[in-house]
């Protein structure tokens, strides 16, 4: 089974920083591009970045860019995304997926909540 499993969400102040891991089995982590997608409440799901396989190339949203990070590294089967300088309109539930645009796989999610 796939399996994609979050963590490092939490409640940090204005201007914190978080460092969110996932870590992938069931498939071949290293043969996927891997993104973060972020849901707020009461909106949408949100491609908050994305990476290829290699971790050469790499996507964000205009709303995160310079002030988050993705990585992998595919010996441990492990995505990142570090968070810095965050505002409370990061506020969402973060998930990682497989796919870049469309994403077949999902995990099951890690709250960051940041207070004004």
């Known amino acids: 089974d796939v399996q994609l499993q979050a963590s490092g969400g939490g409640l940090v102040q204005t201007g914190g920083s978080l460092r969110l891991s996932c870590v992938a089995s069931?498939?071949?982590?290293?043969?996927?591009?891997m993104s973060w997608v972020r849901q707020a409440p009461g909106k949408g799901p949100e491609r908050v970045s994305t990476?290829?396989?290699?971790?050469?190339?790499?996507y964000y949203a205009d709303s995160v860019k310079g002030r988050f990070t993705i990585s992998r590294d595919n010996a441990k089967n492990t995505l990142y995304l570090q968070m810095n300088s965050l505002k409370p309109e990061d506020t969402a539930v973060y998930y990682c997926?497989?796919?870049?645009?469309?994403?077949?796989?999902w995990g099951q999610g890690t709250q960051v909540t940041v207070s004004s």
């Open positions: 069931g498939f071949t982590f290293g043969d996927h591009d």
């Open positions: 990476i290829n396989t290699g971790g050469g190339s790499t």
């Open positions: 997926a497989t796919g870049a645009l469309r994403f077949d796989y």
